[in-house]
């Protein structure tokens, strides 16, 4: 298994550009989300989806949209990129049968907004 | 609302003595309690985690972390560090009844040489 994979790595935008950022995932996890990570502000909860077709808002959703239609893939799209959205991006993934929940973590997206 | 608090943003300590991070949450009802751990420019891996059973959880690397109802705690403690466990470490928890996890602002592991 892959896990969880993240593209790109890196990238560099324009303000008011828009671009994906893409997650897949092979272990059948139903529950996907998107954190940003800044220093000192930890993880914080961008959007989430409990199953392909259903997505809900986290705590900083404004600036981003996902979709869900497959199991495997949950896209994060930037609308009008903005500087306060330099960041770390990361794709995490868990199963509720795990009890626990625990998330599976991608290798992050790092990007820079000019 | 549900919180975490990681009370020191870093913690530098020499290689071979121990350490503590610590881990305190808010909340009134059934919780599952992790510690990440992330290393240099690299994704999150859960390091250990406590359901239910044993207060006392340990690592595969060492690491051991014990649940503290009474003072809703989960401090990380390690008897002797090594300069590969430079990193940062995350304090996540769980409230039975969701299944997002809330999660503290991360302590900087810096080990002197």
């Known amino acids: 298994n892959a896990g969880v994979t993240q593209t790109p790595k890196f990238q560099v935008l324009k303000t008011g550009q828009s671009m994906t950022l893409q997650c897949a995932q092979d272990?059948?996890?139903?529950?996907m989300s998107w954190y940003r990570q800044d220093p000192g502000m930890g993880l914080r909860l961008i959007h989430y989806?409990?199953?392909?077709?259903?997505?809900d808002q986290g705590e900083v959703p404004n600036g981003y949209n996902v979709s869900r239609s497959t199991t495997e893939d949950f896209p994060l799209r930037l609308l009008s990129a903005a500087p306060s959205q330099t960041s770390v991006y990361f794709c995490?993934?868990?199963?509720?049968?795990?009890?626990?929940?625990?998330?599976?973590f991608g290798p992050g997206t790092r990007l820079t907004v000019t | 609302a549900q919180s975490v608090t990681q009370l020191d943003s870093q913690v530098p300590v020499f290689e071979e003595a121990p350490v503590e991070l610590r881990c305190n949450y808010s909340?009134?009802?059934?919780?599952?309690l992790f510690w990440y751990v992330q290393y240099p420019n690299q994704g999150l891996q859960l390091l250990l985690k406590?359901?239910?059973?044993s207060t006392l959880v340990e690592s595969i690397n060492g690491f051991e972390a014990e649940f503290n109802k009474s003072q809703t705690s989960f401090h990380l403690r390690k008897p002797s560090v090594h300069i590969s466990d430079t990193a940062e470490y995350f304090c996540?928890?769980?409230?039975?009844?969701?299944?997002?996890?809330?999660w503290g602002a991360g302590t900087k592991l810096i080990i002197k040489p």
């Open positions: 995490a993934s868990s199963y509720s049968s795990s009890g626990s929940h625990e998330q599976y």
């Open positions: 272990m059948n996890h139903e529950y």
């Open positions: 989806s409990v199953g392909a077709g259903i997505t």
């Open positions: 909340s009134s009802v059934s919780v599952y």
């Open positions: 406590y359901l239910s059973g």
């Open positions: 996540a928890v769980r409230m039975d009844s969701n299944y997002q996890l809330i």
